[in-house]
C-alpha cells in the first residue's frame, strides 16, 4: 500500500508564481499531497520575493532569479530538516511568493470629522481625503505580523487597518508641519509630506514602505471658513479696519435692498444680515446720504434718530466687537480704539 501511495505521489519541479491579479501581496504555492523534487527550478521574478517556511518556521527568502533547489541553495531549511549535505530526497515545505511591486491609488479619507486641536481655536473638526502607495519592504516580517499562512492575502485586506493608521496620525502630522490650521487647504503638499514622514515608521512596523502619500482635499468647519473669508477680505483691503468694514458694507447692501423690497423693516434687515448694529448704523447713514439731494426738510430732521446712539446699542456692538477680536480679526489697539469711540457716544 506505501508503494502504491509513493507511485501516486506527485513531484514538483517548477516553482513559479505569474500574478493574475491587481492587489495581491501574499500568495501561497499549492502543494497539498506533493513534495518538491530535489533539484527542482524555482523562478522568482522581478517585483517578487520567494520564501519557505518550514512547520510554521521561516526558512529561506530568495530574491528576484532563478534557483535549483539543493543543500546549497537552502542553508536554512537543510538545517531545520537536520539534512545531510548529500540529501537528494523529495521534501516538503510551504513556499510564499509575495509582491513587492507599489500598490498605487489606495485610498484614505476620513468617513466623519475628527476632532484635533489648534493654538488658535482649541479643539476644531476636520475632515481630508486623499491617497497612498506602498509595496511589500520586508517579506519575513510582513508574513509574521499580518498574512500568517493564507492562501492569499490581498490590499483589500489590509485596507481598514492602513486607513485606520492613516487617521490616527493626522492631529499629530498637523502638528509637526508647522502649517496653521485656516492655511492647511491651501498648503497641502505639506500637510501630506509631514503626513508621510509620520507615516514611514509605522508603515516598516509591518514589513511595509510607504512610498507615497497625498492630501486632495481638506475640508474646514464651516464657522472656520467664515473666519477664512473675512481674513482674505481684511487682506483686499490692506488691513485697515475702516476700509474693511466699507467693504462689508458693499457685501451687505444687494442683500439689504433684497429685504427692503419684501417689506423687512432696516433695523430688522441689517441684524439680519448678521452685521450687528454698528453695520446698521453704517448702511443708514450711506442711505440717508444717497437722500439728501431731493429729501424733504423733514428727512433732515429725522436724521439725528437715525444716528441716535442707545445704551443697548453700544453694548451689542461692543459683544460683536469683542467676538471679532477673539476670532483675532480685530486687535487689541483697533478694539479699544473703537471701544472708546462708543462710550464717547454715551456721555
Known sequence: MALMDFIKKQFIDIIQWTESDDGTLAWRFPMRDMEIQNGASLTVRESQVAMFVNEGKVADVFAPGTYTLTTQTLPVLTYLKNWDKLFESPFKSDVYFFSTRQQVDQKWGTPQPITIRDKDFGAVRL?????FSFRVADARLFHTEISGTRETYTTADLDGQLRGLVLQNISDAIASSGVPFLDLAANQMEFAQALQQQLVPEFSKIGL????MTVQSVSLPEELQ??????IGMGMVGNDMGKFMQYQTAQAIPKFAEGASQGG???GDAMGLGAGVALGQVLAQKLS???QGGAAPAAAGANPAVAAVSPADV???????GELKGKGILTQEEFDAKKAELLKKLV
Not at 127 to 131: E, K, Q, T, Y
Not at 315 to 321: C, D, F, G, I, S
Open 265 to 267: 423693516g432696516i433695523a
Open 209 to 212: 514602505q510607504l512610498d507615497g
Open 127 to 131: 475632515r481630508a481625503f486623499g491617497n
Open 315 to 321: 453694548m451689542a456692538t461692543l459683544e460683536k466687537l
Open 289 to 291: 446720504q444717497g437722500l
Open 226 to 231: 467664515k473666519i477664512l473669508d473675512q481674513r
